[in-house]
């Protein structure tokens, strides 16, 4: 049975507290929304896998996503049955037989639940993972009050992924638009089909809280401790002073009363960076990867460099464990600068800024950097490997 698997991403998480979407929060070095992808593409089962995100989160998601290779994202609506039915009527093309719909902030689902949703979805319209409730249950009255004791043998707790029949759940959301309903099952029993359960599993928490997010991080981190091996690399790089009225360090146009000469955009930060990244997994420097004799490279903005760099990390399943970088400077001054360098380099490598460092230092007006002849940087970064990667 062709399978798609649609994952949905594109709430604003208002329960969780803090700027960032809990979806693209950090799990354990990598974003929820990763972990849960990385689920998805690693199943044998699932042939394609689609996801839908919020408009505002495509610089998020870009960063998380790096390296996988994904379709394009679909753009979510203003509820989440809207962001549903965009990302399937954006399947069409793709014509699954079946299709999982799954919720980005429930990374720890089971492959063994996706096997048995689709073996149960070979006779029945609709399939959930369903969990028993083991607290007794109470009606709530008034206050403080409560009512009566709700039978709780003929309730079940529902998760996802939620299977379907392509053309039943599609025709089923067309239909449903502009109702309110709570989940892609409750769709389907509204068009009139029978929905089955199969035993899902405790671990599968759909992350809502940040404790939700802390206990994950100790399930994952119990089922990884021993798998995981730590490398380093260093990197150092040099630009000289030329005429100019501003200088990129970082990531970060400063003005000042001269510019950086160089084949790229000179961001002596982001190339001794690079360099580090590139040398904690042995994959040689940054001249290797973009040739100064190659002419695209003319003015480029050096992000490409250090994403380049990262996208090898993450193809070897590799995450950044966390960065330092010191400038070597007299002027310009970094200091009111270095929370604006850290907030980009995090967005550039989808990294919280809790793991990236910037400093600077003088060199009390000795060498070349003392004469302000230029600008050096020297960088660490740590990494943390699969440990059956050579
Ligand atoms: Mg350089």
């Not at 699932?46 to 505002?56: C, G, K, T, W």
């Not at 390296?67 to 049955?81: F, H, Y």
């Not at 903005?301 to 010191?326: C, M, Q, W, Y």
Request: negative net charge.
């Amino acid at each position: 049975m062709k399978t798609a698997a649609l994952i949905v991403a594109g709430g604003r998480g208002s329960r969780f507290g803090g700027d960032l979407p809990k979806q693209y929060a950090d799990l354990c070095g990598i974003p929820v929304i990763r972990h849960t992808i990385e689920v998805f593409l690693r199943h044998p089962a699932v042939d394609d896998i689609l996801v839908v995100i919020h408009p505002d989160d495509l610089e998020l998601y870009r960063s998380a996503v790096a390296g996988l290779d994904l379709r394009p994202p679909v753009l979510g609506g203003a509820e989440r049955q809207d962001s549903v039915r965009n990302g399937l009527e954006a399947l069409v093309e793709v014509a699954p037989e079946a299709v999982l719909i799954h919720d980005a902030a429930r990374p720890a689902v089971a492959p063994a639940t996706i096997d048995g949703v689709l073996a149960a979805l070979a006779d029945a319209a609709g399939v959930i993972p369903v969990l028993p409730i083991v607290d007794t249950l109470k009606q709530r009255a008034d206050g403080d009050q409560l009512g009566g004791t709700v039978d709780r043998n003929s309730l079940v707790r529902a998760q996802t992924p939620q299977g379907f029949r392509f053309g039943d759940v599609l025709a089923a959301h067309q239909a449903s638009a502009g109702k309110t309903l709570t989940d892609d099952a409750a769709v389907m029993e509204a068009a009139g089909h029978v929905i089955v359960g199969v035993p899902g599993t405790e671990q599968n928490v759909k992350i809502t809280t940040n404790d939700d997010l802390a206990r994950m991080a100790q399930q994952l981190d119990g089922q990884t401790e021993m798998q995981w091996e730590y490398r380093t690399g260093n990197g150092y790089d040099v630009h000289r002073f030329e005429a100019g009225s501003e200088v990129t360090i970082c990531g970060i146009v400063i003005p000042h009363s001269a510019g950086l000469a160089g084949h790229s955009d000179a961001d002596v930060g982001l190339h001794a960076l690079t360099d580090a990244l590139l040398g904690a997994i042995a994959e040689g420097d940054i001249g290797d990867h973009f040739p100064p004799s190659d002419n695209q490279w003319r003015g480029a903005p050096s992000d490409l460099f250090l994403k380049h760099a990262h996208s090898l990390l993450l193809e070897r399943g590799g995450v950044i464990a966390n960065l330092d970088v010191t400038l070597i400077c007299e002027a310009p001054k970094i200091g009111p600068h270095r929370q604006t360098m850290r907030a980009r380099i995090g967005d550039i490598l989808g990294l919280d800024i809790g793991r990236i460092s910037v400093k600077a230092t003088t060199t009390e007006r000795l060498g070349f950097t003392g004469r302000s002849e230029g600008i050096a940087a020297v960088a660490t970064v740590s990494v943390r490997l699969p440990a059956e990667f050579r």
